[in-house]
Structure formats: C-alpha cells, structure tokens
C-alpha cells in the first residue's frame, strides 16, 4: 500500500522524523485515506496510555518510608552499650597503665621502677597540691593518689587491651551502621 | 531542576527526613506505577517502593545534581523491581537485550479492519488501560516511561540500562501488542478496508 512502516510512523508520531522525511510521510498520509485511519488509531492508543491513571499508592505510604530510615531500637541500644562499654574499658585501661607505671614492680615489690614514673610523679604531685588546696577551701575532701594503684601482672594489662581493642572495632562496626541508619553524611 | 526541588534533595541529603517526605510524596505515583507495571502484583510493588525508596534515601549523598532526580529514583525503583523478578526467576526476559524486531520495517497493511467510531469512546480508552495492566511487564514499563512518565530514549536508556535499540524495538512492541488486543476486541466498530 505504501513504502511506510510502523516503526516510521510511530517516529512520526513521537515527533522523531527528520524534517524532510516529515514532510514526505505527511504526503503519504493525505494521500491515504488508511494512513489517516493507522495514524488516527496509533494515536487514540497513545492517548489511552496517557490518559491512564498513575498506580494508587499506599495509604501512609510516606510515613512508612520516613518509619523505615529511622534506626531500630534494638540496634540503638546495642550501639549504646557499645560505647558504654568501650567508654568504661579505656578509662579502665587508662588506670591500668597508670597503675602499671606508678605501681609497685609486680616481681620485686619496687615501688620506684615506673614505666612513666617522672610524668605520673608530676602529675600526682601537682594532682595532690590542688586537691589538698581544694580541700582547704571546701570542706569537700579529695582522695589522694599518693597510693599508687596496684596491677598485680602485665598479663592483665594485654588482656584488658585486646578487650578494649576488640571493644573499639564493635563501636566501629556499630557507630557505622548508626550512622548509615540516621543518614548523616 | 528547579531551585526549590534542588534545595529539597540537600536538605534530604543531609538526613531531613521531612524534607525527604516532600520528595516521596512527589514521585511515589509514577514510581509506583513504574513497579505495578514491572511487577503485576500490588503487594509486591508495595514492598519493592518501600525499599527503593529507602535505599534512594541512603544514596541520596551520592546523587549527582547534573542527572534528574526522577530518572536517578526510576533507576533504583527499577533495579529493586529487577532483583524482586530475580527472585521469581523472571528477570533474564527483562535485562536481556533484543535485535530489533522483524515486523518494525514491515509496511503497513492494508487488509486490517480498524475500529473508527470506537476510538473516540471512554470503552476504548478503558480498554487500552486494562490492556496495559495484562501487557507484559517489560513491554507496558517501557510503554508507560514513554507515554505516561513522558521520558526520553535516553532516560529510559538511563533506567533500564537498556541500548536504544531494545528499548525502540520494546516500544514498538508494546504498541503492536495493543493496536491487535484493539482489532481483535473492536471488530464490530471496523469500517471495512479502505485502500
């Protein structure tokens, strides 16, 4: 009937013909009455594709979504314990060392072998000043730290740092997770 | 994108949930349609959003201002779609790509009976919905991207990560399958062949 083919009418249809070929597919159609009929049908589908209605969307669809981003309680509070616990572990640590280096040496009982005795010396000579003055002025009394506190082996201080270490890969791992759940950048 | 679209999208970014409600308010209709059409199953496609959705929010850091937002959503819609046709072992038929089909350079014939008056009526139009609704999925999504979601070649290119010539030859297809449900549902409104 005529050298046109669908897929050239439907790109006449979509506005995707070259100029030249617009105006040549346009001769074709005004010669042809069938063309008129094909195009006139092409286009009632479209229109009936067009006309159509989006898909209803769920009632509260979008607080379910905004429900959704936030974190879970349970991964919350286990994020929680987390630090919690990894806060108590490196302040335990802390104390551990300090205990280590101000310590009596665990083997011989010698109070002046200090891994950091000069700095932790400094430290509890100016820590003592200021709580005895303190002291004075309130009636608030401040412990001293003139005892040192006692580790009774290194064993225990390797120990307490592969928890602790093992602590701050979960805060890791949990913080991470937190965050990817509150969406911060 | 306009000013206030964009300032929406960085306050989302920057984790404002509410701002984020804006968007998802916006374009859930088209998103949900785009998952009906894929998916056939309202559950689902319900199901499929939710997580597209969610997932668009934890992207949203990445997402490039210079691309639409809507054709960077549809993409991730689609491939949630995509993964949930996984599931069901019905995605190969949907990523695949295709030659271009033999019946697209045919002429057209002149034997077929087309339906006249009945195009006008809301029974044709309502017919053609309903068609879509049963047309297969990796047709009718391609069809409405196209005609109901106004894309072009290449934003649907850009979605479906399908070449142009899958998704012309898809097109061609989807409108083919409706043009014969019409002929063969309207033959009564047919004016007989016209030369």
Partial sequence: ?185 | MSAEESDVIRRAADGDTRAYGTLVDRYAPNAMTLAMRMLKDRRDAEEALQDAFVRAFRALPGFERRAKFSTWLYRIVYNVCATMLSRRGEKDEFVRPEEDGEDAAAAIPSDDALPDAAMESGEFTHFVQEEIRRMEGRYSAILTMFLLQEMSYEEIMEVTGLPVGTVKNRLFRARMLLRAAVLKRFPEHSHGVIQ
Avoid: N
Wanted: glycine share 6%.
């Fill in chain 1, 1 to 185: 009937m005529s050298d046109l083919s669908y897929q050239e009418l439907m790109d006449y249809c979509d506005g995707r013909t070259t100029p030249s070929r617009t105006r040549e597919i346009e001769a074709m159609i005004a010669a042809s009455y069938r063309l008129q009929q094909e195009l006139r049908l092409l286009r009632s589908l479209d229109h009936g594709v067009r006309k159509d209605i989006p898909s209803p969307v769920p009632a509260r669809f979008t607080q379910r979504v905004v429900s959704a981003l936030q974190p879970s309680r349970q991964e919350l509070f286990l994020y929680r314990i987390a630090r919690s616990s990894s806060a108590l572990f490196a302040m335990a640590m802390v104390l551990a060392v300090i205990g280590l280096a101000v310590g009596p040496d665990p083997v011989t009982g010698h109070p002046d072998r200090s891994l950091f005795s000069s700095a932790v010396s400094s430290f509890r000579t100016v820590y003592d000043g200021a709580a005895e003055r303190v002291s004075g002025w309130t009636t608030m009394s401040l412990p001293s730290v003139s005892r040192s506190i006692h580790l009774p082996s290194g064993s225990s201080l390797i120990i307490g740092l592969a928890v602790f270490f093992l602590f701050i890969l979960l805060d890791e791992m949990m913080g991470k997770r937190y965050h990817r759940q509150t969406f911060k950048r």
